[in-house]
């Protein structure tokens, strides 16, 4: 038997004994890696302290980067929900991005428990947000006296029934001026792009509340460069950002998000500093620009145990741009996008209108209750496309808390899929189910005899 016949079948114990030291490392590590790896929820969850004490199902998606996929694209409630369909993970399922730990909940009653407990009162900062000031601001203000403050002013000064109704003749002027746009680049064009006309317009109702004036968006204008500061705010907190799951990558800011978040919060310090300035210098004993109080008028009149500071008011009030302008625009687009598509609901509505308002005049805030199908349209486009389906309900766990038997650590982002209670076939909310005549559970809790046609999805 020749010596290399041999070595097939009798071990050299000499170099055995050397491949075995590298084959067992490799194993080894291995599976740790794999151990890591094909841990419920992934990298993240593996890593967890006492992770022995959890149990909650969830894939653990790519070695590393976790489900990090599933969030560059624009689809990820779907994914979830599909996710924690196949994974019996409908009540919470777990999940990792790179180093951060995730649970996500598509179950109504569960979503209510993490919503309402004050173990999960803050909201995580991405460092996008951080940097462009909304760690002072009201949605990521950590839970406190602070944040407390911030809410009860804006719910008496902002966002009561007394405040919203007086600005109801600003809102019919942007209304109107919409309305006189898109006829007219209609009758140009032949066509006209909505969404444009209602992003401006909804920029424009959001600076009328906050800051007491409107704004022409034409090149070179004031406007212009407020839309521009906008439109890059909107881009960055939308770019999924690696320093916020892998912390040794944000020591090199590889894809240069902070560097332009720091210029874009001085150009907004700028801008909105000589806002509250004019404001500052045009209030004489206590009245605003409009005669009307906007909500620099109101935050410059606190009194001192409430008083902001200038760096704080910026903040607050660049949020209130931030969030009221395309929450605002896309539930508009995908109302008339509906009504393109399902002309019956819109000539419904037409003849709502014509019976409850005629035509001589505008619509008003006064009308809107004798408009139950109208109202029905809002609740069921807001159902079908429910604004931030997953992400706006992004909560952080303050304290290791349980969710039913299931203990979830501190540190875990807890996230509820709107969009998938919104769509549970359960509830007879699925695609397949809906026609002409079937009216959902949203809105008939709104207009209980109303019969109407329900978006599909
Ligand atoms: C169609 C219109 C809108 C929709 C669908 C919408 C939706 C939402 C959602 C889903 C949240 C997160 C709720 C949560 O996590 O508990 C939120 C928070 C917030 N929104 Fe809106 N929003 C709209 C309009 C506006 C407007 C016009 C403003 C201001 C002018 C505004 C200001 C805020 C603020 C300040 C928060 C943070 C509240 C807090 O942390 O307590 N939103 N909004």
Redesign the pocket.
Known sequence: MSSEYQLLFVPDIGRWSVVSVEVVVGVVLLCVVFGFWLAPGGLAWALAKCRGRFAIPGPPGLPVTGLLHVFSGSEAHRVLAKLARRWDAVGLMAFSVGLTRFVVSSDPETAKGI?SSSAFAD?PVKESAYELLFHR???FAPYGEYWRNL?RI?ATH?FSPKRIAAFEGFRRDICLKMVDEIRGLMVENGEVEVKKVLHFGSLNN?MM??FGRSYDFDEGGVGFELEKLVREGYELLGTFNWSDHFPLLGLLDLQGVRKRCRRLASKVNVFVGKIIEEHRAKRVGGLSVNGVEDFVDVLLDLEKEDKLTDSDMIAVLW??IF??TD??AI?LEWILARMVLHPEIQSKAQSEIDAMVGNSRPVSDSDIPNLPYVQSIVKES?RVHP??PLL??A?LATDDVHIGDTLVPAGTTAMVN?WAITHDEKEGLSREIHGVGHSSPLVGSAAPKLQMGSFPS
């Open positions: 919503l909201r601001a009201m949605g809410r804006s902002l959001v509340t906050v949020e209130m969030r009221g929450t605002v539930l807001l604004p931030g706006s309900w909560r709107m």
